[in-house]
């Protein structure tokens, strides 16, 4: 029998952890006495009000995570987060528009970064601020952060991690599972004081050094200006794409590094293949600008928009859309590969792809040799073959969905190759596209239908797509 009391507390207790959020934008509402401060002492008391109703609907709940319940929460905490994450943008009337402000909230949490505001610069410091929260909180996820606070509540968090931890397969730091949350959340808090504090002395204001560290960090790529980090020194620029660049690597290298073990990551396939892909990007593009334009500026910008791209993080250091159209359509590809499994960006992910070309070649040599045993090795051990079929079947998903997404964009109005653009950008929850919107990252024209098909894409790419998918199959719900 399916769980519901535990599914309604588990959602209860997160959603005050978002009410405790909260707290953080309405201080600095009152801090910076913006007028939006009303707004967000009602959204606060809403919150906290509604997770406590959930947390009562849930009282003596069995302590019992099944995956079914597992799917469940950490699919339904990203639309409760959303719910209530919306408000603020509501009620104060930023976003006057429901839609609008849903469709800011999911691109907030999901990390996807594209936005319906048509004016950044002009919002409140508190809006400005939440913005770039909801991206922190959802960079390393939601139920990750619960997995390292849900045992307090007498809740198990193995099921809920393995739901959410995005690439082929996760690894623990410690046999707790709880224990490797709490590592990964300290390199996360780690990584953004750092950050934070360079931007800081590097020029930044204070609080978009804050700002910019917590969409860095979480490849989310919310800034604080309207033209993205265009006005931004080279210095900045460097330090927010060495940030971009580390986000993109697991989290479990990351520790491994910051622990003495460097030869970890070194030995690691998947970062290597993220490495040079960064790498091999980032002097196609600057030897492109370099031909094009021949400034000084080339390099960095190419290197900038590459790492970006690749983490789906979707910052903009320069506007690629007048580039010629071989380079911003390298940046269209590039936008579908994604970082390390285990980190923070968006996209397929460079195990699956390394598996998948590895299967792809392994195929290929059975052709010549039919009756050679030729295994796919990655790491140096031995796929299984319940893996691969795993990559192919998350592949072929991956471009079902960009193709559907794609055709409902088209029947709103839009044109072809930038319904294709939004799709992959939504899916890869990398926020800029190609065309209209490009390297702007602003998607106020969208139609309202395109706008709420472009959220559940936004969800279905940073749920890793069999989490939501699994919830639609009968089999899923049977005894």
């Not at 969208?446 to 890793?464: D, S």
């Amino acid at each position: 029998m399916f769980n519901w009391r535990l599914v309604f507390k588990t959602l209860g207790v997160l959603t005050t952890l978002e009410a405790l959020f909260m707290l953080v934008p309405t201080f600095c509402a009152w801090w910076y006495d913006d007028p939006d401060l009303g707004a967000w002492i009602v959204s606060t008391l809403i919150t906290w009000l509604s997770s406590w109703w959930m947390v009562l609907a849930g009282r003596n709940a069995e302590r019992r995570v099944g995956e079914r319940e597992g799917y469940v929460i950490v699919a339904a905490v990203w639309l409760v987060y959303s719910l209530f994450g919306m408000l603020p943008f509501w009620l104060s009337g930023a976003l006057p528009s429901l839609t609008d402000a849903w469709y800011e909230t999911m691109a907030g949490f999901t990390t996807t970064g594209s936005t319906v505001l048509t004016n950044v610069a002009a919002q409140t410091h508190s809006i400005l601020l939440w913005r770039a929260l909801m991206q922190w909180i959802g960079g390393m996820g939601i139920i990750v952060l619960s997995v390292a606070i849900l045992p307090m509540f007498g809740l198990g968090g193995m099921q809920l991690y393995s739901a959410e931890v995005t690439g082929v397969s996760y690894e623990k730091l410690s046999p707790r599972i709880a224990d490797t949350a709490k590592h990964m959340w300290i390199t996360y808090i780690g990584l953004t004081i750092g950050e934070g504090v360079l931007l800081w002395l590097f020029g930044m204001g204070r609080f978009d050094a804050v700002c910019h560290a917590m969409a860095t960090i979480s490849t989310g790529g919310f800034a604080t200006h309207n033209d993205s980090v265009i006005s931004y020194g080279p210095a900045i620029q460097w330090t927010i794409a060495v940030f971009m660049f580390l986000s993109g690597i697991n989290f479990t290298q990351l520790i491994y590094l910051f622990r003495g073990k460097p030869q970890r990551m070194l030995h690691d396939e998947e970062t290597r293949w993220y490495t040079g892909a960064c790498l091999f990007a980032g002097v196609v593009l600057s030897v492109g600008l370099l031909i094009y334009s021949g400034n000084g500026e080339s390099i960095r910008q190419g290197f900038f928009t590459a790492i970006a791209t690749i983490t789906s993080t979707g910052f903009v250091a320069a506007d690629y859309m007048v580039w010629p159209p071989i380079l911003w359509m390298i940046v269209f590809f590039l936008m579908l590969t994604g970082g390390a499994s285990g980190s923070t960006a968006g996209g397929i992910k460079w195990v699956r792809l390394a598996v998948f070309a590895k299967s792809a070649l392994a195929e290929l040599k059975r052709r010549i040799h039919p009756n050679a045993v030729i295994p796919v090795r990655f790491n140096g051990r031995t796929l299984r073959e319940q893996t691969t079929s795993n990559v192919m079947a998350f592949m072929f998903f991956y471009m079902i969905i960009i193709a559907l997404a794609s055709l409902c964009f088209c029947a709103c109005g839009i044109g072809f190759d930038e319904s294709i653009g939004i799709a992959v950008s939504m899916i890869g929850n990398v926020g800029v596209s190609i065309g209209q919107w490009g390297s702007s990252g602003c998607y106020a024209a969208l139609p309202a239908v395109a706008k709420w098909t472009a959220t559940f894409v936004m969800l279905i790419g940073r749920l890793e797509i069999f989490t939501v998918l699994l919830l639609f199959s009968r089999a899923l719900w049977k005894k």
